[in-house]
């Protein structure tokens, strides 16, 4: 073999050497660099689950995380109040509010708040001289300004409401479009024809998936084409209606928390931004929402603004709703205030000092009836016992007749007070509070309550 033939093979066989251990050298690199990034990730995914567990734990926490929030974030937050105003939009140059509703929700101790202004509130001074613009749904439609509603319930009802949103029919449309169809049970057959507004309005009574369309002809509802109207047990006319706009509503917000519609979250702004006439800064709300995923409907109290709807020869001709002050004050205070009736219900050792003497009512007045809506008879002991414990009147216990409940309910009969509702609520840890609906119970009881399937 000659010497150039030698040389030549010693130089490549040296600059192979040389390449490879250029390629080690970066391999090496590579694996150190790779290596930080993995530390890197690992402190910033310990950083992340520390600080998720700081705000809670579970969805709420990672969503309160990555919108930059920390454990005091939710602790800083007020009570949201707003006032919620349905317009239909089918009628050229008419915007009459006939949804509208008081809603609050604490995002500490998770509770929620429908109270239903009737549309037919009167606003005005006599009712003899009733006019049409004295009902409470004409004042945005007379002035374009939804500050003057917005005054005009906080009158009716005491509140303080800082907040409006007017939802126009388009919004509703598309809002159970993007998260529905919504399961809900349509409480009556609906038969409904308007051809001057092109509105029609079947449905059979039933479980139903109800999307966009359907929901607003569902809402809009109040009676048929034959004059009938919702069951009268259930609230005929508008207080059918109200109740029937309340429950829906409760369906979609129980639907719009689930797991997965979160991520549609977005998409829901959205729709919210272009559709709502609002002033509620939308960066607010976004706050919220991290601890609104943990709602649950079970918290949701509803109920419609008492009151009188006089004869119309009363008023005008007019056919008016007179909103009782007094049962108001009463129904408002145990919805937003409770606070102020715990201190009024809650047991205290009646005392007398010097002249002073105070005597409260005892948890032991309010009369429990128990029954069990399943096959497990321990469960309704479990029940009692909490209840004993708390120093309450458990005078009748007993078996439902539809043995087979999915969910727990506790039926308030004889109006107790929200405190006291809510109160029998936590004891029993589970349950749906409902105002005189729940069936099979005795007319001598305060409170019925039905366990479900669903009490563990």
């Known amino acids: 073999m000659s010497n150039d033939k030698v040389n030549k093979r010693q130089k490549s066989n040296g600059k192979d050497s040389n390449t490879k251990q250029k ?55 007020g009570e949201l109040q707003v006032l919620l105003m349905g317009v239909s939009t089918d009628q050229e140059g008419v915007a009459l509010t006939d949804t509208i509703i008081a809603a609050s929700y604490n995002p500490n101790t998770q509770k929620a708040v429908l109270l239903s202004i009737p549309r037919d509130s009167f606003t005005g001074k006599n009712t003899k001289k009733a006019v049409a613009s004295d009902k409470i749904n004409a004042i945005y439609n007379m002035t374009r300004q939804p500050k003057k509603t917005l005054e005009a319930v906080n009158e009716l009802t005491g509140l303080n409401l800082q907040y409006y949103a007017i939802v126009q029919t388009e919004a509703l449309i598309e809002l159970v479009d993007a998260i529905g169809p919504i399961e809900y049970y349509v409480p009556t057959d609906m038969n409904y024809d308007d051809t001057s507004q092109d509105l029609h309005i079947h449905f059979v009574e039933g479980l139903q998936e109800i ?80 601890y609104a995923v943990e709602f ?80 497990d008879g321990k469960r309704l002991q479990e029940v009692v016992n909490k209840l004993n414990e708390k120093g309450y009147n458990v005078t009748r216990t007993g078996v439902e007749e539809i043995n087979s409940v999915s969910k727990t309910i506790i039926a308030n009969k004889k109006n107790v007070s929200s405190a006291i509702m809510n109160d029998i609520q936590e004891t029993v840890g589970i349950g749906t509070i409902s105002d005189k609906s729940a069936g099979g119970s005795s007319s001598k009881v305060d409170v019925t309550i039905i366990i479900g399937k669903d009490y563990q």
């Not at 993995?38 to 309160?64: D, P, T």
């Not at 109207?229 to 639907?255: C, H």
């Not at 049962?327 to 606070?339: A, D, G, M």
Request: aromatic residues 6%; negative net charge; hydrophobic residues 35%.
């Open 296 to 375: 649950s409907t079970e918290n949701l109290q509803t109920a419609s603004l008492p009151g009188t709807v006089p004869n119309i020869s009363e008023t005008n001709n007019v056919s008016i709703f007179v909103v009782d002050k007094e049962k108001t004050e009463q129904l408002v205070t145990e919805l937003f205030y409770p606070e102020k009736l715990l201190e009024e219900t809650n047991e205290n050792v009646t005392s007398t000092d010097g002249n002073t003497t105070t005597t409260t009512a005892t948890n032991s007045n309010i009369k429990i009836e128990v029954l069990n809506g399943t096959n």
């Open 23 to 77: 390629t080690k050298k970066k391999m090496k690199l590579w694996k150190k660099i790779f290596l930080v990034i993995i530390l890197i990730l690992c402190i910033a995914g310990g950083v992340f689950a520390y600080r998720v567990h700081k705000n809670g734990g579970g969805l709420s926490g990672m969503l309160a995380t990555v919108v930059g929030h920390d454990e005091n974030t939710r602790k800083s937050l």
């Open 211 to 290: 999307d966009g369309q359907e929901a607003e002809e569902l809402l809009r509802f109040r009676k048929n084409n034959d004059g009938t109207s919702f069951p009268e047990e259930y609230g005929d006319n508008d207080i059918g209606r109200m109740r029937n706009q309340r429950e829906f509503i409760t369906a979609v917000v129980e639907q719009t928390v689930k797991l997965e519609n979160i991520t549609k979250l977005g998409s829901i702004l959205d729709i919210a931004s272009r559709n709502l006439i609002t002033n509620l800064n939308f960066d607010v709300l976004k706050d919220y929402l991290p």
